[in-house]
């Protein structure tokens, strides 16, 4: 049975499932300016893990190892432009709701943005961007009805529901994933064990694949797919591991051979380092992130060490963007240069002027 609720001690299954659609609305199709790999995680107990990526995609805390959040968070998302993070709060309060809103610095440490919340909306859970920018898709995983609801992105990024407004799903959709070469999205179905898939219309509206699910471990959750549009991964809350499939032909998921890695007590969120060599799985109830090489067939292997420590009943994990350079002045300013990782504004500009312009 999906037991969001009965392995934790933070609150019923509602508040582990509330507010992370609009952290992760953020996410519009854009290029991504971080000056180094980093990796987010919200634990349960009120505070965000922050970790720098080192060699072979091994974790190690930055300093501080945690920033506080709000209450109860659930979901992290980072801006594609690498400057700004995201946490989503599903406080016992449902007027408490909110989102944490995090500067991102040179070395990858979060400090809060003035002011350092904004309000939510309560009920859909997981959220996905198109590669295009021209979708959203949103998991209803505690309103009425269920289903995945679809909009348009107009001008000003305003949201304007799809026709139809929403497809069907399994039981209790958790988290979606967009393909990298926009043809497929993918849902979590907490209750139905399985991933419902689909394939992405012209106008993006979604429409079933046949099969229109595939089976998965028990409780699945968190889902991630590879950079290369290959392989999607799936955090089985219930059964302590991680399931991994193949994408074949038309964006169908067939299972790999193993079907699933172990896990930690609990897998929740997962997420896909953008160079497409690591897999971080968050553990609600061990308190770690397990971690993996992705091998041969993009197999999944775990590292040494196999888990790092995190804070209380983590959730999701967010990986910064691919390191860029900038190519123009206005990117250094207004705090730009930061995020690049140079000292000054005048240091980023004399870049720009001296170095190869894409």
């Not at 979060?110 to 309560?122: E, G, H, I, N, Q």
């Not at 009920?123 to 289903?147: E, L, R």
Request: glycine content about 14%.
């Amino acid at each position: 049975m999906f037991r969001l609720h009965s392995r934790t001690r933070s609150g019923p299954r509602r508040h582990v499932l509330l507010g992370a659609a609009t952290a992760a609305a953020l996410l519009a199709a854009a290029a991504p300016a971080q000056a180094a790999p980093f990796v987010y995680v919200v634990n349960g107990g009120g505070t965000l893990s922050q970790y720098d990526v080192g060699s072979g995609g091994l974790l190690a805390p930055l300093v501080p190892p945690t920033v506080a959040t709000g209450d109860f968070p659930v979901g992290v998302a980072i801006s594609p432009d690498g400057g700004s993070v995201y946490a989503t709060n599903s406080g016992m309060d449902e007027a408490l709701d909110t989102v944490s809103q995090y500067d991102v610095g040179a070395g990858g440490a979060l400090s809060p943005k003035s002011p350092p919340t904004v309000a939510a909306v309560d009920n859909p859970f997981g959220v996905a961007v198109s590669p295009n920018g021209q979708s959203v898709y949103v998991a209803n995983a505690v309103s009425s009805g269920g289903g995945v609801s679809q909009y348009d992105v107009g001008s000003g990024g305003a949201l304007t529901p799809k026709s139809p407004p929403k497809v069907p799903t399994g039981g209790v959709p958790v988290e979606v994933a967009a393909s990298p070469d926009g043809h497929s999205v993918y849902v979590t179905n907490g209750l139905g064990h399985s991933v419902a898939q689909y394939d992405v219309g012209s106008d993006g509206a979604l429409t079933p694949k046949s099969p229109a699910t595939v089976g998965a471990g028990a409780g699945p959750t968190g889902i991630a797919v590879s950079p290369d549009a290959k392989s999607v991964y799936v955090a089985n809350i219930d059964s302590d591991n991680v399931s991994q499939y193949d994408v074949g032909s038309g964006g169908a998921l067939t299972p790999k051979s193993p079907a699933a890695v172990a896990a930690a007590r609990g897998p929740f969120g997962v997420a896909v380092n953008r160079d497409g060599g690591s897999v971080y799985v968050t553990n609600a109830f061990s308190d770690a992130v397990s971690q993996y090489d992705i091998g041969s067939g993009e197999l999944l292997s775990p590292k040494s060490p196999p888990r790092v420590a995190t804070g209380h009943g983590p959730r999701e994990v967010a990986v910064s963007p691919v390191a860029r350079v900038p190519t123009t002045k206005n990117e250094c300013k207004d705090g730009g240069w930061r995020r690049f990782g140079f000292k000054n504004q005048g240091r980023c500009i004399a870049f720009v002027h001296r170095g190869p312009r894409h």
